[in-house]
C-alpha cells in the first residue's frame, strides 16, 4: 500500500526545469547509497505544501499590475519551516521547490530545529521604487499568512530581498494578528528586534568554513588568493572578512562588472563604491568578466552569485583547486563531477553558505526570548555551528572516502529522514 502511494507521488523530473531536476539529482545520487527505506523517498524529496500567489499592485504611475509569488515548504519534519524570499526575475515555482529542498538539508546539517522553505516574487526589485516594493511586500505578506507564522514558516531574506523588505513582512504580520511577532521574520534590522551580525552571517559562515579548511590542509587563509563571484550581502561579506583575514582577494564581480587585480582588491574601497554606484564599473583595476572571473588565476573560487554559475562548460577552465560555494547550487551536477575528477575539493553551500540562516536561528531565539545578545556571543555560537558542521562532514567523508557534497548530503539526509521515522505518519 505504501509503496503504491509512493509510487503515484513520485516526482516526474521531465516535467521540472533543469534546477530542480539537479537539486534531485544530488538527492538522489546520496539517497540511493545510504540503505534507507525506498518509500520515504518521495516524502523526503516532495515539498509538503506549494502556495502561488498573485498580487496585485497600484505602481507610481496610477497602473495596477500583477505580480507572481511563491512559498514553498519542503520539508517541516525537524520544526517550523524556515528560509528566505528572494525578489527576481527568474523566480519560478521549481526554483522555489528546488531551493525550499536544499534549505531542508541546510538547516538539518548545521542541526537547527527547523524544516526547509523558501519563497519568491517574480518581478525586479531594482525598477521598484520604495513605495511599490512596499506595497508588494505587504501585499505578498498577507497572501501567504495563512500559512507562516513564529511556529509555522519563518521567512527571511535572499537574493534581492533586505532588512527593509523584513521590517514591512514583520508589520504586516503583526498588524494583522494585533500584536508584534518579533518570532515571524528574521533578518530585520537590528533596532527592530533584528540580531547583531545577521547580515554578514552568510559571508563570515564562507570565511569560518573555508579557514577551517585550509587549516586541515595545514594552510592559512594568508597563504590563499581567492576569486569571489557575486558583489551582494553574501560576497562582500566574504570578501571583506576573509581579506581582513590575511586572504588576497584577486577578483570580485557583480552582474554586469568585475575587476582583477592579483596584488588584492582593497575590499572596503570596493564596497563604498559599489554601495554608491550600483556597479563595480569604474573603479581602477583590468576588469574582468563574470565568466572571465571563473577562470581567473586564483587558489580558491567563491561563487556567492546565483545558482548555476559554475557549468560543464566552465568547470575544463576552472584554475582554483577549492571551491567553496556561497550562492545556492552554483554548482551543476555535470560541474561538480568534472571538478572532483580534475580533484578540486568542493565545499557545499549547505554548509558553507549555511552561516545566514544559523544567525536567523539565533535572532529567531532572541526575537521569542526578548532578551538580546552582543555580538560577541553571536559571532562565537556561529564559529561554534559553522566548525562543528564542517568536523562531521569532513568526519564522514574521511569514513565514507567520499566528496563533501556527499558527506554533507548524507548528514543532512540521515537527521531529515530519522525524525520522519521517528514520528511516522499521521493520523
Ligand atoms: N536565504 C538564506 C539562505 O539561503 C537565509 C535563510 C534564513 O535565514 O532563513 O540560507
Known amino acids: 500500500m505504501t509503496e503504491r502511494i509512493t509510487d503515484r507521488l513520485a516526482p516526474h523530473p521531465e516535467s521540472h526545469s533543469k534546477f530542480w531536476q539537479n537539486a534531485h539529482l544530488y538527492f538522489d545520487r546520496v539517497y540511493q547509497s545510504m540503505n534507507l527505506d525506498p518509500t520515504w523517498r518521495s516524502v ?14 497600484r505602481m507610481d504611475d496610477g497602473r495596477i499590475q500583477v505580480f507572481t509569488g511563491y512559498r514553498a515548504q519542503h520539508s517541516n519534519a525537524r520544526g ?86 523584513m521590517s ?13 511577532a518579533l518570532g515571524v521574520v528574521t533578518g530585520k534590522p537590528v533596532t527592530l528586534g533584528g540580531s547583531l551580525g ?26 590563499v588568493r581567492i576569486a569571489v563571484q557575486g558583489f551582494g550581502n553574501v560576497g562582500f561579506h566574504a570578501a571583506r572578512l576573509l581579506a581582513e583575514r590575511g586572504a588576497t582577494i584577486v577578483a570580485i564581480s557583480e552582474r554586469a562588472s568585475g575587476l582583477f587585480d592579483e596584488g588584492g582588491i ?36 567563491i561563487p556567492a552569485a546565483m545558482e548555476n554559475t559554475v557549468t560543464a562548460a566552465v568547470a575544463p577552465h576552472i584554475k582554483a583547486r577549492i571551491v567553496c560555494e556561497g550562492a545556492n547550487g552554483p554548482t551543476t551536477p555535470e560541474a561538480d563531477e568534472m571538478l572532483r575528477e580534475n580533484g578540486v575539493t568542493l565545499l557545499p ?24 545578545w552582543d555580538i560577541k556571543r553571536v559571532n562565537s555560537e556561529l564559529q561554534i555551528i559553522m566548525e562543528r558542521a564542517f568536523d562531521q562532514v569532513n568526519a564522514k567523508a574521511d569514513e565514507a572516502d567520499c566528496d563533501y557534497r556527499t558527506a554533507a548530503y548524507t548528514i543532512a539526509i540521515s537527521r531529515v529522514a530519522e525524525a520522519l521515522r521517528l514520528k511516522g505518519l499521521f493520523p
Not at 509538503?48 to 496585485?56: G, H, I
Not at 517550523?80 to 523566480?91: E, L, M, N, S
Not at 523558501?118 to 518581478?123: D, E, T, W
Request: hydrophobic share 35%; glycine share 10%.
Open 198 to 223: 545577521r547580515e554578514e552571517a552568510t559571508g563570515r559562515g564562507v570565511m569560518y568554513v573555508l579557514r577551517k579548511f585550509l587549516s586541515t590542509q595545514n594552510k592559512k587563509l594568508s597563504d
Open 168 to 180: 514591512w513582512v514583520l508589520d504586516t504580520y503583526s498588524m494583522m494578528i494585533g500584536h508584534q
Open 349 to 372: 553551500d549547505i554548509l558553507s553558505n549555511a552561516g545566514g540562516v544559523t544567525v536567523s536561528y539565533f535572532e529567531w531565539v532572541q526575537g521569542l526570548e526578548n532578551f538580546f
Open 266 to 301: 582593497d575590499i572596503d574601497a570596493a564596497g563604498r563604491f559599489y554601495r554608491e554606484n550600483g556597479t563595480l564599473n569604474g573603479l581602477e583595476g583590468d576588469s574582468i568578466s563574470n565568466e572571465e572571473l571563473l577562470a581567473c588565476e586564483c587558489d580558491v573560487l
Open 80 to 165: 517550523p519551516f524556515k528560509g528566505g524570499i528572494r525578489y527576481d526575475t527568474a523566480v519560478n515555482m521549481d526554483e522555489v521547490m528546488a531551493l525550499a529542498m536544499l534549505q531542508t538539508w541546510k538547516n538539518a546539517l548545521v542541526d537547527l530545529p527547523y524544516g526547509g522553505a523558501k519563497g519568491g516574487v517574480v518581478c525586479d526589485p531594482r525598477k521598484l521604487s520604495m513605495g511599490e516594493k512596499e506595497r508588494l511586500t505587504r501585499r505578498y505578506t498577507s497572501e501567504i499568512m495563512p500559512i507562516i507564522g513564529p511556529m509555522e514558516d519563518i521567512p527571511a531574506p535572499d537574493a534581492g530581498t533586505d532588512g527593509q523588505i
Open 44 to 57: 523526503l524529496s516532495t515539498p509538503k505544501r506549494v502556495l502561488t500567489v498573485s498580487c496585485p499592485i
